[in-house]
């Protein structure tokens, strides 16, 4: 577990933009959630080294042996748990902030047109049994203009609302509208907006590290 976690972690480092690419607060809260996960791994492996030289040491007592064992374990899973939702909350806080910061802006001069843009393709789409509606989200979710903007923003459920459509069946597609405009975004000619939506579409990854540095903290400290 404790190596998949390292991979993941490469698989990061290697897809994720390098700190001096992105912005002084996002690249803080990257960093943390990397921290995080290292510093889980580390935690659990010298707790667990650390209950095993106890449990070895017979100059103590068996029962003084097997208590002090057990509380270096229970002192390592409360540090565990305190930063697992530490990383839960910067997780979703980096999550929004890597998405707005690679969105395009949308210029106050353009917003009028862009929405009668998106009102009208929409509204064709939505008017064809041929079409795809999910598609043609995506699709204009990837433009790196206005209408790309307000697709891939919270006009979508204003327009959905205006058109009588339930929300809810919005909820599938939104993930794959938001990495239809992340990918988008990574391939823009814009550095900034390009590095947030690389580091983005890269956080997968630490998810999926911290997944495997919790799985190895449970083996080594137990429940």
Not at 14 to 30: K, T
């Amino acid at each position: 577990m404790a190596d998949t976690a390292s991979r993941f972690l490469s698989e990061f480092s290697a897809a994720a933009p390098r700190g001096y690419e992105m912005g002084a607060d996002i690249r803080g809260l990257v960093n943390d959630l990397t921290n995080t996960v290292s510093g889980t791994i580390s935690l659990a492996a010298q707790a667990g080294r650390e209950s095993a030289a106890i449990l070895a040491d017979d100059t103590l007592y068996p029962e003084g042996r097997s208590r002090l064992a057990r509380e270096a374990k229970e002192s390592a899973r409360a540090k565990v748990a305190e930063a697992d939702a530490a990383f839960d909350v910067k997780y979703t806080v980096a999550e929004a902030a890597l998405y707005q910061a690679a969105r395009p802006v949308v210029p106050k001069a353009e917003t009028a047109s862009a929405r009668m843009d998106a009102q009208m393709l929409l509204d064709g789409a939505l008017n064809r049994k041929d079409v795809s509606i999910s598609r043609v989200l995506q699709r204009l979710a990837g433009r790196q203009d206005a209408v790309g903007a307000l697709v891939s923003s919270d006009w979508l459920e204003d327009y959905a609302v205006a058109r009588g459509i339930d929300t809810e069946i919005l909820e599938p597609a939104k993930v794959l509208i938001q990495h239809s405009a992340l990918e988008g975004a990574a391939k823009s000619g814009d550095p900034e907006r390009s590095a947030a939506a690389r580091a983005a579409l890269a956080l997968r990854s630490l998810r999926q590290a911290q997944t495997s540095a919790r799985a190895f903290a449970r083996l080594t400290l137990g429940r």
